[in-house]
């Protein structure tokens, strides 16, 4: 199958399977900051596939000062299709000749600093879905940051996409609601320590006992 046809062909495939953001990217400028476990291996796989979901506007809309219950078990579904999706577009490129590795959508292996296997919002961004926000979150013109999103390695030469320019303006929803006060008005000044304490404290078993927030998310929801 022609390349381009390839790409379109996995597009169509996350689409059906509940995708609202597909891109593509070249990995070469990026591999440095994989995790060892993925490192050696991705020096063979050129492309990145980035996947985006829609998180429910309705039930974001249920947060008010801290996560809850409805949206960790949300959090959770969303993270389960977006491996499904990953797991689907590797097993095409597989039958098509390709090497592929899905990355989980949401495995933490550094919970310091935040980080998993690679940076799932560095590729989205390369690959054109949106731009990095003042709240340290990819930002989709149509769907603000109420998107979550899954990679796919492969070494198909799939044509990649452009990124986009900073898009926030003068747009600061995100600031008024973070209750770590981590965000600013440069994106660059981002504290990724308060948002770790925050979602820490959150996290605690009494607590809804997982790292998660959503209220940055909830607040930006782009132009629909």
Not at 104 to 109: G, K, N, R, T, W
Request: with cysteine.
């Amino acid at each position: 199958m022609e390349i381009t046809l390839v790409k379109e062909y996995l597009r169509k495939l996350s689409e059906s399977l509940g995708g609202v953001l597909y891109g593509t990217c070249r990995l070469d400028e990026l591999r440095d900051d994989f995790h060892h476990e993925i490192k050696r291996i991705s020096a063979k796989l050129n492309t990145g596939i980035s996947v985006g979901i829609l998180l429910s506007p309705a039930v974001l809309d249920t947060l008010v000062d801290r996560p809850n219950m409805l949206y960790k078990a949300h959090y959770q579904q969303v993270n389960c299709c977006l491996d499904t999706i990953a797991l689907r577009i590797s097993m095409e490129l597989n039958h098509l000749g390709h090497d592929a590795i899905p990355v989980p959508a949401s495995q933490i292996l550094d919970w310091k600093r935040m980080r998993a296997h690679l940076s799932h919002r560095e590729i989205a961004f390369k690959a054109g879905l949106g731009w990095w926000g003042r709240n340290n979150l990819l930002v989709n013109n149509k769907y603000g940051s109420q998107v979550r999103l899954v990679t796919v390695l492969t070494d198909a030469e799939l044509p990649p996409d452009s990124p986009v320019e900073f898009g926030c303006g003068d747009c600061f929803a995100c600031g008024g609601v973070c209750p770590a006060g981590a965000i600013s008005e440069e994106r660059e000044e981002f504290d990724l320590k308060a948002c770790h304490e925050k979602v820490s404290e959150f996290g605690r078993p009494e607590n809804i006992g997982t790292l998660i927030c959503g209220l940055c998310q909830q607040a930006c929801c782009g132009n629909r």
